[in-house]
């Protein structure tokens, strides 16, 4: 990736004044062949000559030289989809170079390193070799503390600090995620979407009101569902208590309708609810969980992405101002390929393999990969 474009630059201002490079260089103070070998990129002016030259063009240095060291919200949205798809394509070392250059580039960037750092955090998992993936990991957590430590965006510092944590997480480092989120761990949360709608409220805001409530309502849902994953593997050798975790959990998705809503979400929790079930030794429930998860991922689900329903009716705007906008952070063959992992490589799994039922699960999974 070429980094300055000064000599596309210099003859689309020179030409756009109606300057000669005679007159360019009479102005510098140096040959008008100089200048054109300056316009057709076999050299490069003097580093004292940029500010003249800028200043004759009326432009910043930047704006001459072609540097852009920021991305808009939309360019960045773009860039992480197409990036995504190159991993599912094309060799990993060659598009991990292409991120390392484009990082480079937009070093100042922050929302961008945030979402490089993101990029490359959800495509850690593709190198089957564990140091590489922890260097890649350590990668995108220096990404994170960049953002968290030189941007003025409060809320881009927040994110980043959060991320920085989960990728202690999966480098086996929980200590270093406790000491990132300590400050927070003991805090009484105190929600402020329902002051910002009553305020709505007050002022005759009706609509601000209540799209301010659903954003707030799918978000807490989403995160009880995630509270109750978790809380569930402390009672993995307790039959009872498990089943009455998930009861819950299946009647919070039949009530939000989730299978409609955000299909892919409720995937992971189905995974998460028939492992347990297989560790129980509980096999027919668990692949009647299977089943369901199965049903969803070759189903009527693609092309994958965010959207409300006819509840949660006021939120389609708002996921689209999402900063990687409504499509999943990786491609669907990737998506399908890891439906597929998420099923054969879970050693939970293992005691189910000669069944006839299972093996007509990763059957219909596998068929759904080849046809990515």
Known sequence: MKEINLAKVLVSKRREKGITQEEIANYIGVSKASVSKWETGLSYPDIVFLPQLAAYFNISVDEL?????????????????????????????????HCREIIKKYYSCFPLLLQMGILLLNHSLLLKDGESQKALLQEAKELFVR???????????????????????????????????????????????????????????????????????????????????????????????????????????????MEKLHPTFLLKVYIYAAQGYASLGEQDKALDILNKYTEISIGDIYPIKLHGDDFFDLLDDWLLQLDLGVKPVTDEKTIKQNMLNSVIGNPNFAVLKDNSRFKSIVEKLRNNCEEA
């Open 65 to 97: 030289i072609g540097y852009e060291p920021q991305m808009t919200k939309e360019d960045i949205n773009k860039l992480y989809h197409k990036l995504a798809a190159d991993f599912a394509e094309k060799p990993f070392d060659e598009v991990i170079k």
């Open 147 to 257: 953002v968290k430590l030189e941007s003025e965006d409060v809320e881009l510092s927040r994110q980043a600090l959060n991320i920085e944590a989960v990728c202690c997480l999966y480098t086996n480092d929980p200590k270093g995620a406790l000491q990132l989120l300590e400050d927070s761990n003991n805090r009484v949360m105190i929600p402020n979407e329902t002051i910002v709608a009553m305020a709505y409220q007050m002022i005759g805001k009706n609509e601000d009101a209540k799209k301010t409530l659903q954003i707030s309502m799918y978000q807490y849902t989403l995160s009880l569902i995630d509270a109750f994953e978790l809380y569930s593997t402390f009672y993995i050798n307790d039959k009872e208590k498990y089943e009455e975790i998930f009861r819950r959990v299946f009647a919070i998705i039949e009530a939000f309708n």
